[in-house]
C-alpha cells in the first residue's frame, strides 16, 4: 500500500514564502510525474505545478513566477517553494503521483495515481 505524505504547510504572512514537500510511503519501485494540486473553500481542485521524470514542469496562471517545484529522484520526493504568497494563496495544498510500487517477492505492480491526505496553508497578517 502506498500513501503519500505531505509536510511543512502552516501558516505564512503575505509576501513570505513556504516550502512544502511529499514522500511517498510504502515499497516504492519507480515514480513519474509528481504535483501539486490546491483547494480553497468552495471552489474545485486545481493544479498548480507537475513535474515529469526528467523534470520538465508545469504551473498554473496564478503561481508562475512565484512558486518552484523541484524533485529528488533518489528519494521520490517532491517540493514546492512558494514565494511571494498571498492571501488567495490560502488552500490545502495536495500532493499527487503516478507510482508504481513494489511487491516483495512478486516484483512491480501497474502503475497508478495517488494523492496525498493534504496539508493546509494559510496566508495572513
Known amino acids: 500500500q502506498i500513501q503519500l505524505v505531505e509536510f511543512w504547510g502552516g501558516l505564512v504572512q503575505p509576501g513570505g514564502s513556504l516550502t512544502l514537500s511529499c514522500v511517498p510511503a510504502?515499497?516504492?519501485?519507480?515514480?513519474?510525474?509528481m504535483a501539486w494540486y490546491r483547494q480553497a473553500p468552495g471552489k474545485q481542485r486545481d493544479l498548480v505545478a507537475s513535474?515529469?521524470?526528467?523534470?520538465?514542469?508545469t504551473y498554473g496562471d496564478s503561481v508562475q513566477g512565484r512558486f518552484t517545484i523541484s524533485r529528488d529522484n533518489a528519494k521520490n520526493t517532491v517540493y514546492l517553494h512558494m514565494n511571494m504568497l498571498k492571501a488567495e494563496d490560502t488552500a490545502v495544498y495536495y500532493c499527487?503521483?503516478?507510482?508504481?510500487?513494489?511487491?516483495?517477492?512478486?516484483?512491480?505492480?501497474?502503475?497508478?495515481?495517488?494523492w496525498g491526505q493534504g496539508t493546509q496553508v494559510t496566508v495572513s497578517s
Open positions: 513535474i515529469d521524470k526528467i523534470g520538465a514542469t
Open positions: 510504502g515499497n516504492i519501485f519507480n515514480t513519474f510525474t
Open positions: 499527487n503521483a503516478d507510482v508504481v510500487a513494489q511487491v516483495p517477492g512478486l516484483g512491480p505492480t501497474g502503475r497508478k495515481n495517488y
